[in-house]
C-alpha cells in the first residue's frame, strides 16, 4: 500500500512507497506526523483511496501534542515534579493526569469567559489577536 503524507493544504509532503513493508510504513508515518506536530506543522497520511491510514488511538494523540508543551511547563513548574522524575515515582502518572486535566479546564474557562463577552469585547480580542499573530508570522 502506498501511503501519501500530506500538508495543511492537501499537497504532497512525501509519499511511503507500497514497497515498504505495511507495519514499517505505518510506523514511518507516524514518526513523520508526530515530528511535524511537535513543530506545529500539521501533516496527515492516507492510503491510495485517501482514507487515514492511523488508528483512532494516534488521531487522538496528534490532536493533543499542540498543547504538549505548555502541559509540560505546568508540570516544570510544579516542585514536586522534578524528584518524581528522578525517582521515577509511582505518583508520577497522577501528576501528568493531573496536570493534562488542569490544562484543559483552563482552556474551557477561556473559552466559556470569550464566549459571555459582548460582541464588541469579542471582536477586540479577535482583533488584537489576529495583529499578534500576523506580527508573529511576518517575523
Known sequence: MVITILNAKS???VIIPACIPHDSAIQAAKT???EAALHDIKLTAVDE???SV???EFEMLIQFIPHARRIASDIK???AAVPMFLSGSPQLADLISSAITE???KQIAIGQEYLAMPESKRQKM???LFGMMFSSTAA
Request: aromatic share 14%; charged share 45%.
Open 11 to 13: 499537497e504532497i509532503d
Open 54 to 56: 492511523f488508528d483512532a
Open 77 to 79: 513548574d510544579n516542585p
Open 49 to 51: 483511496d485517501g482514507e
Open 103 to 105: 490544562y484543559f479546564q
Open 32 to 34: 513523520a506526523v508526530r
Open 126 to 128: 479577535r482583533e488584537q
